[in-house]
């Protein structure tokens, strides 16, 4: 802050210091003028005097006056200071062409850190990247910024792994390259990435899995063998208890199994979070037929399902299969969690906001939940009451799905609830236009 | 606006590029520091520690930097506000560098501890909120995104509830096992650090009440 404080007022001085020299310039002006008012007449002396002084000002200040800052490197602002479209200004040049065709992302980039032109497969993983502006707005990696430095100033190229957090966690592999060229047309480095989200993440997938499948499995595991033990012991021979018992057991071995069916299905969305969904999927028709499947479920504890769409079909982009599993997760919890006897509504409706964005909100009129678990809902494995979420045959996963899931079609998922009133569980995705 | 003298468009573009250039590092040490409490890494937290040496150091060339452009350039409304800005928002990040260096400093203390892993699943999700709003106030800074900015100084409130849960959650398992007070302890003023990073990554200094309730909070012990 000291030194700060004394390089600017160091600066100041300099500037004061200039002033002598331009003193010394209106003296000689004004000598310039009374030499040409004696030789020549009035007018042409002062056009000619004007001039001159302009000349001189300007010269003085783009010469010294302003100029003695660092060194000019043409970096230009990251941001909004130049307005630069998504166009690239080397979009016809074979180079780019070139890039354009590999499937890998590619990023080309100037000495300075500014972006000449991304492929399509670069575009579309980082997504605030601005062709001509600076590539620290795609990744602000200081790997990244060290290697671009490195490769400019000893020419070697060099391999980063990057890890991108947002808006899905992604890992890639960057190998920055110098282009051993001077030619100001062509980029100076060319980074390549390879997405190698997936092959870590299978490492990170085995080592959650067992610790889960472990740690979850084992509890019902006891209770079984309990049972088991008593039968071949103590109930041997009592018809009731046996009955009763067997009753449990397959509860408790049909809790097993889904716990591993969720288990794999959140590991198969995990795997795929780094892959944009790109089909196109009507929640409409995707919602009746979700809703006709639980009616069943809904209708063993006396619960309605009361549907409330547009009349026209709302397209999201996004994997079918994913969607439905988003909609069944969350009705099935309104109907297991809300009142017997009560209901349930799902609405559907477009946000007004200038990125359109479909909302489904699915409330029931159970006995809602404390504030203080809201949050954590969808954290793996988080429940809110142990005993009635293992009597109701729960696994702790299925808003962790959701929201895996949602995070992968750049959802959203809002809980509110009130205790005694209800919860309201709203789904919000990026909506498309049917065409 | 353009400016008609060259260098001083590239100096104000220098000084958005040294903040990126900061914001990376924070970023990474805050990645750094929870990976290193998740994973019990006493290396990967020591790494992280040392790595906010890096961060102050960029702070003071930055302050260098705009000190040194509002004494020569001396200037006016939007410029002045650019690179005072510019300066709290250093400030910030060197705060929040700090706070996550806490973070891996905790990492250091519970690496010997051989407690379940679940306890930390509520930390976990909250450096994801923070990290998401770092992220997201740094690209709306960059980029001047209005909107963006905003969005994310709504969502603190998110952290702070999530705060509070954690909170409770860790008390009670204090209360269920003495053996967990110490890791717990820890736990705690980790999480209350990453809370405070929800805090500093706010855009501007703001009037909204705080939702951190755990200043007030007493778990009944029955």
Redo the contacts between chains.
């Keep these: 802050?000291a030194?700060?404080?004394m390089?600017?007022?160091r600066?100041?001085g300099r500037?004061v210091r200039l002033h002598p020299t331009i003193a010394g310039a209106v003296v000689a002006i004004a000598a310039f003028i009374v030499l040409a008012l004696l030789i020549s007449g009035l007018p042409a002396a002062i056009a000619c005097a004007v001039g001159a002084a302009a000349g001189v000002a300007l010269g003085k200040l783009?010469d010294s006056g302003?100029?003695d800052?660092?060194p000019?490197?043409?970096?230009?602002?990251?941001?909004?200071?130049r307005d630069v479209g998504p166009r690239s200004a080397y979009e016809d040049a074979p180079w780019t062409r070139m890039i354009e065709a590999m499937p890998d992302p590619v990023i080309a980039v100037d000495r300075d850190?500014m972006v000449m032109h991304a492929n399509h497969a670069a575009r579309d993983i980082f997504v605030?990247m601005?062709i001509g502006a600076?590539i620290?707005?795609a990744?602000?990696?200081?790997e990244l910024?060290e290697a671009i430095d490195h490769a400019i100033g000893y020419q070697e190229s060099r391999i980063v792994r990057l890890?991108e957090?947002?808006p899905v966690e992604r890992r890639l592999d960057a190998t920055v390259s110098p282009l051993p060229s001077d030619h100001g047309h062509l980029p100076a480095i060319v980074i390549v990435l390879h997405d190698v989200s997936e092959r870590e993440r299978l490492a990170q997938m085995r080592a959650d899995f067992i610790?889960h499948a472990s740690?979850e499995l084992r509890t019902p595991m006891a209770a079984l063998r309990g049972f088991i033990e008593t039968l071949q012991g103590a109930a041997k021979h009592d018809a009731a208890a046996r009955e009763r018992f067997l009753g449990i057991m397959s509860s408790e071995a049909q809790r097993m199994s889904r716990i591993l069916d969720d288990l794999l299905s959140l590991a198969r969305v995990e795997m795929r979070a780094h892959i944009a969904p790109t089909g196109r999927v009507d929640v409409n028709e995707v919602l009746s037929e979700v809703v006709e499947s639980l009616e069943p479920i809904a209708a063993a504890v006396e619960t309605t399902i009361q549907v409330d769409t547009p009349r026209e079909p709302c397209f999201v982009r996004g994997d079918r299969d994913e969607i439905v599993q988003v909609l069944v997760n969350i009705l099935q919890n309104a109907i297991k969690y809300g009142r017997q006897g009560g209901a349930v509504t799902v609405r559907v409706s477009l946000t007004e906001a200038q990125e359109r964005r479909l909302r489904i909100a699915i409330a029931d009129n159970g006995p809602g939940i404390a504030?203080?678990?809201?949050?954590?809902l969808?954290?793996?494995?988080?429940r809110v009451d142990d005993k009635s979420s293992r009597e109701k045959g729960g696994t702790g996963l299925g808003l962790a799905i959701v929201k895996h899931i949602l995070a992968r079609h750049q959802g959203d998922l809002k809980i509110a609830s009130k205790l005694g009133v209800g919860s309201t569980f709203t789904v919000e995705l990026p909506f498309v236009n049917g065409e | 606006m353009e400016h008609t003298v060259k260098s001083y468009e590239a100096e104000l573009a220098q000084l958005d590029n040294k903040l990126s250039h900061m914001g990376g590092l924070v970023e990474q040490l805050l990645g750094n520091a929870f990976a290193a409490l998740e994973r019990r890494d006493p290396r990967l937290a020591s790494e992280a520690i040392a790595s906010d040496r890096a961060i102050d150091l960029m702070q003071r060339e930055i302050e260098e930097l705009a000190i040194s452009m509002i004494a020569r350039r001396q200037p006016m409304a939007q410029d002045l506000r650019t690179i005072v800005s510019t300066l709290k928002v250093a400030g910030d990040l060197e705060r929040i560098g700090d706070l996550a260096k806490n973070v891996a400093k905790r990492a250091l203390a519970i690496a010997p501890e051989t407690r379940p892993q679940s306890l930390i699943l509520g930390l976990r999700h909250m450096t994801e909120l923070a990290t998401a709003s770092l992220k997201n106030v740094l690209d709306a800074y960059m980029t001047r995104d209005d909107e963006k900015a905003l969005k994310v100084w709504r969502s603190d409130t998110d952290l702070d509830a999530l705060y509070n849960s954690v909170f409770r959650e860790l008390l009670t398992y204090m209360m269920e096992d003495p053996r967990n007070i110490g890791l717990c302890t820890h736990l705690l003023f980790g999480a209350k650090n990453i809370e405070r990073i929800g805090d500093h990554g706010k855009p501007l200094e703001d009037d909204r009440p705080k939702g951190d309730k755990t200043s007030v909070t007493l778990i009944e012990n029955n």
């Design positions: 802050m030194t700060g404080l390089d600017g007022l600066n100041l500037q783009t302003l100029g800052g660092p000019d490197t043409t970096r230009r602002s990251p941001g909004i200071r850190h605030s601005r600076a620290s707005l990744s602000r990696s200081p910024a890890h957090r947002m610790a740690h504030e203080a678990h809201l949050p954590r969808t954290e793996r494995f988080y």
